[in-house]
């Protein structure tokens, strides 16, 4: 299970989506179901990396997807959406009113916040506030 944190500056409690994920060698694959009228599910796909010898400490993106999915194939928030989409092409959706979309664009670093900074940290700001960062 794995948290991911949407929104800008809002409470924790508010901002916090569930899913779930799979560890293989040195590939992460994680799913999250954003519930609503169209279902959407967003697909990670990560490379474990260390900075020394025996440390996993950097992740490197491979994929981000976002796509449909028929509400008739989850049954709730709780529900292994990773294993109903495991097989999927990166072009593929379950939902022809929600297209399958591979976002790429600026996407290489991948920025952890502690959970008990969230709230606070200066790489959580708003667009209008930070538009880039520069990872070192």
């Given at each position: 299970?794995?948290r ?6 809002s ?26 009228m ?5 697909r ?57 979309v ?35």
């Open positions: 299970m794995w991911s944190y949407m929104n800008f500056r409470a924790k409690a508010d901002c916090i989506f569930s899913g779930h994920y799979t560890l293989s060698d040195d590939k992460v694959e994680a799913a999250v179901l954003y519930p609503g169209r279902p959407t599910v967003l990670i796909r990560l490379r474990l990396r260390g900075t020394i010898p025996g440390a996993n400490n950097r992740m490197d993106l491979i994929s981000l997807v976002t796509s449909g999915v028929d509400s008739n194939e989850v049954n709730g928030p709780d529900e292994d959406i990773l294993g109903i989409v495991e097989r999927w092409q990166d072009d593929e959706t379950h939902n022809p009113d929600v297209p399958a591979s976002h790429r664009r600026g996407m290489t670093p991948f920025v952890f916040i502690p959970f008990e900074e969230v709230e606070t940290s200066v790489l959580n700001l708003p667009v209008d506030k930070m538009d880039y960062f520069v990872p070192g």
